[in-house]
Protein backbone atom coordinates (compact mmCIF):
# COMPACT_ATOMS: atom_id res chain seq x y z
CA UNK A 1 0.00 0.00 0.00
CA UNK A 2 2.53 2.79 1.23
CA UNK A 3 4.90 1.24 -2.49
CA UNK A 4 1.70 2.19 -4.48
CA UNK A 5 1.23 5.46 -2.54
CA UNK A 6 4.62 6.69 -3.09
CA UNK A 7 4.77 5.95 -6.50
CA UNK A 8 1.90 8.58 -7.24
CA UNK A 9 2.99 11.60 -8.76
CA UNK A 10 2.59 14.37 -6.33
CA UNK A 11 -0.13 16.03 -8.83
CA UNK A 12 -1.89 13.24 -8.44
CA UNK A 13 -1.96 12.55 -5.19
CA UNK A 14 -3.46 16.22 -4.02
CA UNK A 15 -5.84 15.49 -5.99
CA UNK A 16 -7.01 12.16 -4.38
CA UNK A 17 -6.55 14.12 -0.80
CA UNK A 18 -9.12 16.38 -2.30
CA UNK A 19 -11.55 13.90 -3.41
CA UNK A 20 -11.24 12.75 0.09
CA UNK A 21 -12.03 15.28 1.93
CA UNK A 22 -15.11 16.69 0.07
CA UNK A 23 -16.15 12.64 0.43
CA UNK A 24 -15.42 13.65 4.37
CA UNK A 25 -17.15 16.40 3.75
CA UNK A 26 -20.12 15.62 1.95
CA UNK A 27 -20.84 12.02 3.93
CA UNK A 28 -19.90 13.24 7.45
CA UNK A 29 -20.23 16.77 7.87
CA UNK A 30 -19.87 16.23 11.52
CA UNK A 31 -15.99 15.64 11.21
CA UNK A 32 -15.39 19.78 10.97
CA UNK A 33 -16.36 19.94 14.33
CA UNK A 34 -15.15 17.10 15.68
CA UNK A 35 -11.94 15.58 14.39
CA UNK A 36 -11.22 18.37 12.41
CA UNK A 37 -7.23 16.93 12.17
CA UNK A 38 -8.61 14.28 10.23
CA UNK A 39 -10.29 16.88 7.01
CA UNK A 40 -7.11 19.14 7.74
CA UNK A 41 -4.99 16.17 7.03
CA UNK A 42 -6.41 15.72 3.72
CA UNK A 43 -6.63 18.86 2.72
CA UNK A 44 -3.23 20.20 3.58
CA UNK A 45 -1.98 16.86 1.39
CA UNK A 46 -3.76 18.40 -1.50
CA UNK A 47 -2.66 21.44 -1.02
CA UNK A 48 -4.90 23.85 0.13
CA UNK A 49 -3.98 25.59 2.87
CA UNK A 50 -6.57 28.10 3.23
CA UNK A 51 -8.68 25.66 4.05
CA UNK A 52 -6.83 23.04 5.92
CA UNK A 53 -5.44 26.24 8.46
CA UNK A 54 -8.52 26.87 10.26
CA UNK A 55 -9.21 23.18 10.55
CA UNK A 56 -5.80 22.82 12.12
CA UNK A 57 -7.06 26.07 14.43
CA UNK A 58 -9.77 24.17 15.32
CA UNK A 59 -8.21 20.61 16.28
CA UNK A 60 -5.61 22.65 18.53
CA UNK A 61 -8.19 24.35 20.82
CA UNK A 62 -10.00 21.14 20.92
CA UNK A 63 -7.22 19.68 22.26
CA UNK A 64 -6.18 22.43 24.51
CA UNK A 65 -9.60 21.81 25.74
CA UNK A 66 -8.72 18.18 26.80
CA UNK A 67 -5.19 19.31 27.93
CA UNK A 68 -4.08 17.62 24.75
CA UNK A 69 -1.12 19.71 24.48
CA UNK A 70 1.34 18.28 22.78
CA UNK A 71 -1.43 17.00 20.34
CA UNK A 72 -2.28 20.87 19.80
CA UNK A 73 1.21 21.94 19.06
CA UNK A 74 1.22 19.59 16.32
CA UNK A 75 -1.76 20.86 14.98
CA UNK A 76 -0.22 24.56 15.38
CA UNK A 77 2.98 23.52 13.53
CA UNK A 78 0.70 21.76 10.90
CA UNK A 79 -1.01 25.05 10.22
CA UNK A 80 2.29 27.14 10.50
CA UNK A 81 3.69 24.61 7.83
CA UNK A 82 0.57 25.56 5.26
CA UNK A 83 1.04 28.85 6.40
CA UNK A 84 4.55 29.30 4.96
CA UNK A 85 3.10 27.78 1.71
CA UNK A 86 1.07 30.84 1.13
CA UNK A 87 1.75 34.37 -0.63
CA UNK A 88 3.38 36.88 1.13
CA UNK A 89 0.71 39.60 2.35
CA UNK A 90 -0.87 40.97 4.92
CA UNK A 91 -3.55 38.15 5.36
CA UNK A 92 -0.95 35.82 5.65
CA UNK A 93 0.83 37.83 8.31
CA UNK A 94 -2.36 38.02 10.42
CA UNK A 95 -2.48 34.04 10.20
CA UNK A 96 0.49 33.57 11.03
CA UNK A 97 0.24 36.01 14.13
CA UNK A 98 -2.78 34.74 15.10
CA UNK A 99 -0.73 31.21 15.45
CA UNK A 100 2.46 32.27 16.96
CA UNK A 101 0.20 33.59 20.09
CA UNK A 102 -1.83 30.34 20.16
CA UNK A 103 1.49 28.48 19.90
CA UNK A 104 2.85 30.99 22.42
CA UNK A 105 -0.38 30.57 24.89
CA UNK A 106 -0.57 26.15 24.33
CA UNK A 107 3.46 26.29 25.17
CA UNK A 108 2.99 28.44 28.27
CA UNK A 109 0.64 25.52 29.37
CA UNK A 110 2.64 22.80 28.13
CA UNK A 111 6.10 23.87 28.96
CA UNK A 112 5.77 26.92 31.38
CA UNK A 113 5.06 30.09 31.46
CA UNK A 114 9.06 30.97 31.15
CA UNK A 115 10.24 27.82 28.40
CA UNK A 116 12.49 29.43 25.53
CA UNK A 117 9.63 28.37 23.24
CA UNK A 118 7.30 30.95 24.92
CA UNK A 119 9.57 33.83 23.86
CA UNK A 120 10.23 32.79 20.29
CA UNK A 121 6.64 31.96 19.55
CA UNK A 122 5.38 35.71 21.41
CA UNK A 123 8.68 37.53 19.73
CA UNK A 124 7.52 36.28 16.32
CA UNK A 125 3.96 37.11 16.63
CA UNK A 126 5.58 40.49 17.89
CA UNK A 127 7.25 40.84 15.08
CA UNK A 128 4.34 40.16 12.29
CA UNK A 129 2.16 42.66 15.06
CA UNK A 130 4.27 45.50 13.48
CA UNK A 131 2.59 45.38 10.04
CA UNK A 132 -1.12 44.41 11.60
CA UNK A 133 -2.64 47.51 11.97
CA UNK A 134 -5.33 45.61 15.10
CA UNK A 135 -4.22 47.08 17.97
CA UNK A 136 -5.69 44.06 20.17
CA UNK A 137 -2.97 41.92 17.57
CA UNK A 138 -0.34 43.67 19.49
CA UNK A 139 -1.51 43.85 22.84
CA UNK A 140 -2.27 39.97 22.64
CA UNK A 141 1.45 39.75 21.59
CA UNK A 142 3.07 42.14 23.87
CA UNK A 143 1.56 40.82 26.80
CA UNK A 144 2.32 37.45 25.91
CA UNK A 145 6.12 38.74 26.03
CA UNK A 146 5.60 40.59 28.95
CA UNK A 147 4.50 37.84 30.94
CA UNK A 148 7.49 35.71 29.62
CA UNK A 149 9.89 38.09 31.50
CA UNK A 150 7.99 38.67 34.35
CA UNK A 151 8.08 35.14 35.61
CA UNK A 152 11.48 35.20 34.34
CA UNK A 153 12.60 38.09 37.30
CA UNK A 154 12.61 40.26 34.10
CA UNK A 155 10.54 43.21 35.60
CA UNK A 156 12.46 46.23 34.05
CA UNK A 157 12.00 44.66 30.55
CA UNK A 158 8.44 43.38 31.48
CA UNK A 159 7.37 47.21 32.85
CA UNK A 160 8.81 48.53 29.50
CA UNK A 161 6.84 46.09 27.56
CA UNK A 162 3.89 46.78 30.25
CA UNK A 163 4.14 50.72 29.29
CA UNK A 164 4.05 50.05 25.63
CA UNK A 165 0.53 47.66 25.90
CA UNK A 166 -0.58 50.85 27.87
CA UNK A 167 0.62 53.31 24.70
CA UNK A 168 -0.76 51.19 22.36
CA UNK A 169 -4.12 50.96 24.42
CA UNK A 170 -4.16 55.03 25.12
CA UNK A 171 -3.58 55.60 21.10
CA UNK A 172 -6.64 53.47 19.85
CA UNK A 173 -8.95 54.60 22.59
CA UNK A 174 -9.42 51.05 23.46
CA UNK A 175 -11.06 50.20 26.94
CA UNK A 176 -10.34 46.59 27.17
Request: aromatic share 4%.
Amino acid sequence: QDVAYDSLLKSRRQLLHADIALAIEDRYPSVRNTIPEVLAQHLSTAGQAKRSIPLWRAAAGLATKRMALKEAISHLDNAMKDAETLEPCLDRDRIELDLQASLGTVYMLAKGWAAPEVEHAYARANELSASVTDPEDAVRTLWGICVFHLVRGEIGHARGIGVRIMDIANSSGSRR
